[in-house]
């Protein structure tokens, strides 16, 4: 594998950008500049992790009307979590649906 501009190779840094959500994946996208593989892994952590954040907090919040749905939210992020780490680490461009798409879209202009 060849390294970033983070001196790491470039399936370890795209893990990294899954290793702690979406707060990972800023980190790294504000730091990597060049290579399109590990932006677009960043942009995906944040948008999907920072979606599911989003989505745990609102469900939290309306617990009287929502709460079932809540532990399916969980179980979705730490499978996705796990699924988006090995495939990183695979070196494989896994895009997610939808997600994906709007991932390499906004990593190629967030930052440089």
């Given amino acids: 594998m ?9 399936n370890i ?9 979406w707060v990972s ?3 790294i996208i504000l730091i990597e500049k060049e290579d399109d593989f ?3 892994h960043a942009m995906q952590s944040i948008i999907t992790f920072g979606a599911l954040t989003v989505l745990s907090i609102l469900f939290g919040t309306m617990f ?9 939210i969980h179980v979705a992020g730490i499978v996705l979590w796990i699924l988006l780490m090995i495939k990183a680490y695979q ?5 997610l649906p939808v ?8 990593a190629k202009t967030f930052g440089k």
């Avoid at 070196?91 to 895009?95: L, S, T």
């Avoid at 997600?99 to 906004?106: D, P, Y």
Wanted: glycine fraction near 16%; hydrophobic fraction near 50%.
């Fill in 2 to 10: 060849t390294k970033t501009s983070l001196g790491l190779d470039k």
């Fill in 13 to 21: 840094a795209a893990l990294l950008s899954y290793a702690l959500g």
């Fill in 25 to 27: 994946g800023l980190v």
């Fill in 38 to 40: 590990i932006r677009f």
């Fill in 64 to 72: 009287i009307f929502f709460g079932f749905i809540g532990p399916f």
């Fill in 91 to 95: 070196g494989e461009k896994f895009m």
């Fill in 99 to 106: 997600v994906g798409e709007m991932a390499e879209r906004r």
